[in-house]
């Protein structure tokens, strides 16, 4: 029965195993008729769900900044996935995103400061933190903003390649392009709010 319940960013059931038992219980009233659903993954980040089951959530408002490259600076911070979000509906940037790009600038520039750096983000100290990013402003703007410039432009190459597929033979092809365009669109809206600030 579990197989054939739905996505939902707001999902209405739960599934619950008991010693091996698989169980769907109802987080609350659910009108006669309505799909039951569940959540197939990280609801803040259709990505996964994209890359796992193959379709695309409609109903996701956020997705991750797409900075692999800083793994381990987000592991250092105790910080995940989930937590490095841009706005798809108006680019906005997640304070962890600025946290984990200046962090790894100040390890390649500053290790005391970077240690500083990490204890106050360990310690949800706001004062410091806020310090540090005010100072070093600059230098963390232009790493995010180079970043988020290098993936539109890899989305838009990627796009441009899918296009040359034939949709007969490789029927993800349309799904393919609607993920990158959804990538494509949140980061341009990310894009020119970096380009209103600097």
Known sequence: MVDYLNHSSEPNCEIIVDQGDVYVSALYDIPAGSSLTISYDDPSNPT??????????????????KAIHLEQQIKDLGYDFKDLLFDVNTG???????????YELLQNNDEGAANEFWI???????????????????????????????????VTYLTMNAQNYDVGLHRRIPNIIA???LVYDTFVMTSSMLEQMG
């Open 48 to 65: 996964p769900i994209y890359a796992k089951y193959g379709f695309l959530p409609q109903d996701c408002s956020t997705i991750f900044c």
């Open 92 to 102: 906005d940037i997640s304070s962890h995103v600025w946290d984990v790009f200046l």
């Open 120 to 154: 106050a983000c360990k310690t949800n100290d706001e004062d410091v933190k806020q310090e540090y990013h005010t100072y070093y402003f600059e230098y963390t703007f232009y790493a995010l903003k180079e970043h988020v410039n290098g993936v539109l432009g890899d």
């Open 179 to 181: 993920h990158n365009n």
